[in-house]
Nanobody, 115 residues
Framework: QVQLAESGGGLVQAGGSLRLSCAASGTISRMNTMGWFRQAPGKQRELVAVVTSGGMTNYADSVKGRFAISRDNARNTVYLQMNSLKPEDTAVYYC?????????WGQGTQVTVSS
């Protein structure tokens, strides 16, 4: 069983930065994809950014050039550096790990960007 522990959310002014972290523990396949999704009130959960264990990345158009995803395979940890934050980035951010045979979500961390 895989568990994910997220940290790093909070309140920040528009234009500011935050860094989210997500550490995986348990029985983890070497080949996996980790990433971040977000859900704002009244909206569906959406992709923010993902990264494979081989380092391939994919970003939502709305965050390209502002957010950067990275991972430390030795620590089974994925990071999301968020710069130039906007009020519309306000949401609960969820970490996700996907591999053959399982998909695991974190509990979510709130990111609030004030104007």
């Amino acid at each position: 069983q895989v568990q994910l522990a997220e940290s790093g959310g909070g309140l920040v002014q528009a234009g500011g930065s935050l860094r989210l972290s997500c550490a995986a523990s348990g029985t983890i396949s070497r080949m996996n994809t980790m990433g971040w999704f977000r859900q704002a009130p009244g909206k569906q959960r959406e992709l923010v950014a993902v990264v494979t264990s081989g380092g391939m990345t994919n970003y939502a158009d709305s965050v390209k050039g502002r957010f950067a995803i990275s991972r430390d395979n030795a620590r089974n940890t994925v990071y999301l550096q968020m710069n130039s934050l906007k009020p519309e980035d306000t949401a609960v951010y969820y970490c996700k790990m996907q591999s053959l045979g399982y998909t695991t979500w974190g509990q979510g961390t709130q990111v609030t960007v004030s104007s």
